[in-house]
């Protein structure tokens, strides 16, 4: 055999063993660019969205007919810099946005994020830049602008008080004006609201314990309230003739301390007032004083609209389910437009007023209950109609001219703005993902559906890249939230769009991976979603986490000694839990920036644990709150963890992870850690998120695949 041809048949040998080894890097899965914030223009002849690369996040923008999308701005950095609140003014010239902070915080989200760790932090800051492109024009600090509909002016909140600065440029383009503050009222100002004609403010006066509406009329000297009562006010929106305010009502904080253990409704209204001065507002509908007719906690909230002069649209959960209702301003029955065991989420009405779209885990098999598939039903008949069947995933649909645009993904597909006109549907960015990315190389995660410890079902994601003959070391992921669903194909949010990626990675590296969807979640219903005994009062939902554990044990492709579990937030939380509780289970864990001692969550005002307004159950609160902590299981933990946290963590405080490690250090207990300063739960800055899920993997191979 001569030389050239042995050469030629080991190159051949290394190519096969390498396409069958279907091996890829972290790096590589995680290059995919990840859409948010899709917005549309009024009439719909434009659109806008954010589009994250590698942490270089940029706005593009496209225009119908052809909808060809084009990069707006030109940032260059992984800076960690987000970008929010995107709006296209009504003539289509201006396109506006937020740079900075992290609206996923709990806390101090209008502070600056500084991963990159400049000198001088990015301040958050509102942007202003022309849809045919140009220069950006910082026009202040501050945050949630809105643009007038007579396209004059841009309104936007800074440390808690509405500016409004002007938009149009002269002729040598030097911007007109510095911005001024419109009014100075008490409180936190939000929910800023231009009427239609654009020469009123609409916003709400948080003032802690209650929050009024009130309008300002540009030009005028006074603040105008609207039915200020002993209340928490909010959600304004304007009627299209802009002669009346629809709002939500809820009660104020006050009065003697409830119970801190259970479940507690919380009534609410909807309700519509004149502009008249001294106006009383009056009940357009009152949700059932019933649990599940609680003020809605789901995406959105009650997803107030006034698309059209005789249709509200709002979302309730009072049927068990999240569904989407319309109703006549002036009361009446309400129309259910969303029928059926299933939840919507990111719902929008079209421009012309006379459609709702929104995504729904609703579809024809049992595997829809875990995607999301984009619905439409019109505002005032409950004809809703699945515009986007099979097994992708997709989210956040707009309407515009000739059709609507979404966001959609697959088990494989990674997340990309699609857009459905004349019978067609095309990515507007696919050529945005990069050639490395390994989407064929990614396995279909499997729907598995197992009983709790004590029979709940609950769903899951196996995700397992081998034909399931030989035993193999298994992972569990544990998402956060809690009311989150993990579903099968790309998540919607970045923070799980990262698990996703990670967990293809393990299951890319020999392990099997099971997501589980324990209960607190979302998309299975109320009762599955405020379950008893859950969370610090009793960590119920640790039954599910357990389940599944031996649910994986019991397999004949999982080596039960080689059990894993993973978690971030919350799922953080239920990984410490696991390994306090049952190392024996799981042989080794990562627990990202876990709640470890509920007493430090900042959940539960101090002043109800003693003294006068000592909740009736405080003792046992305390006692429960204890008891369900990492913190009170040290002495049975004995599995190997990985400790990841951010110190600029504004939803889990950094000293949780401080305090558990601590106190493990002294049982002796096998960790490692991975401090990662300045950036926040949510992995703002591309490396630090390469980083950390990196770190996670090769922990899990050093514990399991050895
Ligand atoms: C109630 S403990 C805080 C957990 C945290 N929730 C909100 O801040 C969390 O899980 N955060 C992320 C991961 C999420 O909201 O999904």
Redesign the pocket.
């Known amino acids: 055999m001569n030389l050239r041809f042995l050469f030629f048949f080991i190159l051949f040998t290394c190519i096969q063993v390498g396409v069958m080894g279907q091996n890829f890097t972290f790096e590589a899965i995680k290059s995919y660019a990840f859409p948010t914030e899709l917005v549309r223009s009024k009439q719909g002849d434009k659109i806008a969205w954010s589009i994250d690369e590698k942490g270089i996040r940029n706005v593009y923008v496209a225009e119908a007919p052809s909808f060809v999308a084009r990069k707006l701005t030109n940032f260059k950095e992984d800076d960690g810099q987000e970008i929010t609140s995107i709006s296209i003014s009504d003539d289509g010239k201006w396109v506006l946005f937020v740079r900075g902070g992290d609206h996923g915080a709990?806390f101090d989200d209008e502070k600056a994020v500084n991963p990159a760790g400049n000198a001088e932090p990015q301040t958050v800051r509102v942007m202003q830049i022309a849809f045919v492109g140009g220069p950006i024009r910082v026009i202040s600090e501050g945050d949630f602008p809105v643009i007038s509909p007579d396209n004059k002016v841009v309104s936007y909140i800074k440390e808690g008080q509405p500016w409004v600065c002007k938009l149009d440029t002269n002729e040598n383009e030097d911007f007109l004006e510095a911005p001024v503050r419109l009014f100075k009222t008490r409180g936190s100002v939000h929910s800023l609201a231009w009427s239609p004609k654009g020469n009123k403010l609409a916003f709400v006066a948080n003032r802690y314990d209650h929050s009024f509406i009130g309008y300002f009329e540009l030009g005028k000297s006074q603040v105008n309230w609207l039915d200020p009562a002993f209340a928490k006010d909010f959600s304004p929106r304007w009627s299209p003739d802009g002669t009346q305010i629809v709002f939500i009502r809820t009660p104020a904080s006050g009065g003697s301390t409830d119970s801190l253990t259970q479940r507690k409704r919380i009534p609410w209204s909807i309700r519509k007032v004149s502009l008249s001065e001294g106006e009383k507002s009056s009940r357009v509908w009152e949700a059932p004083n019933t649990y599940r007719g609680s003020l809605p906690t789901t995406q959105g909230g009650t997803n107030l609209f006034w698309p059209r002069m005789d249709r509200l649209i709002f979302t309730s959960y009072h049927d068990g389910w999240p569904h989407a209702y319309s109703i006549a301003p002036s009361g009446g029955p309400i129309l259910l437009l969303s029928p059926g065991d299933f939840m919507v989420e990111h719902v929008r009405t079209s421009a012309d007023g006379n459609m709702v779209l929104f995504d729904a885990n609703t579809g024809a098999d049992i595997t829809d209950k875990d995607r999301r598939h984009i619905c439409q039903v019109s505002v005032d008949k409950a004809d809703m109609k699945v515009m986007t069947p099979g097994v992708g995933i997709e989210w956040s649909p707009i309407s515009v001219v000739g059709g609507y645009v979404y966001i959609g993904a697959g088990a494989q597909m990674a997340p990309q703005v699609m857009l459905a006109s004349s019978g067609a549907t095309r990515s507007l960015t696919s050529n945005l993902i990069p050639a490395e990315f390994p989407e064929k190389l990614l396995v279909q995660p499997k729907q598995v559906i197992f009983k709790s410890l004590d029979g709940l079902t609950i769903h899951g994601q196996v995700f397992d890249s081998s034909n399931g003959t030989q035993k193999k070391p298994a992972i569990i992921f544990v998402h956060?939230?809690?009311p989150?669903q993990m579903l099968l194909g790309w998540h919607y949010s970045d923070?799980y769009a990262n698990a996703y990626a990670l967990n293809q990675y393990l299951a890319n590296l020999g392990f099997v991976v099971l997501s589980v969807n324990y209960r607190l979640g979302i998309g299975y219903g109320y009762d599955f979603h405020n379950p008893k005994s859950a969370g610090q009062w009793g960590a119920s939902e640790y039954l599910d986490i357990k389940a599944a554990g031996e649910w994986l044990a019991q397999q004949s492709f999982v080596d039960s000694k080689k059990i894993g579990i993973y978690g971030?937030?919350?799922g953080g939380y239920l990984t410490a839990l696991g390994l306090a509780r049952d190392s024996k289970l799981f042989a080794a864990g990562v627990d990202i920036h876990g709640?470890h001692d509920w007493a430090h969550?900042r959940e539960i005002p101090l002043e109800s644990l003693s003294g006068p307004h000592k909740a009736p159950d405080a003792d046992w609160a305390t006692s429960l709150s204890f008891r369900s902590s990492p913190i009170s299981s040290v002495d049975t933990w004995k599995s190997p963890v990985l400790f990841i946290h951010a110190d600029d963590d504004r939803?889990?405080p950094f000293s949780q992870s401080i305090d558990l490690i601590n106190r493990l250090q002294k049982k002796k207990v096998p960790m490692e850690t991975m401090v990662i300063v300045d950036d926040t739960?949510h992995w703002m800055k591309f490396s630090n998120a390469l980083k950390v899920f990196q770190a996670t993997a090769d922990y899990f191979k050093a514990k399991l695949l050895k």
Do not use: C, K, L, T
């Open positions: 709990n956060g939230g809690p989150r923070y971030g937030s919350y709640v969550q939803n889990v739960h």
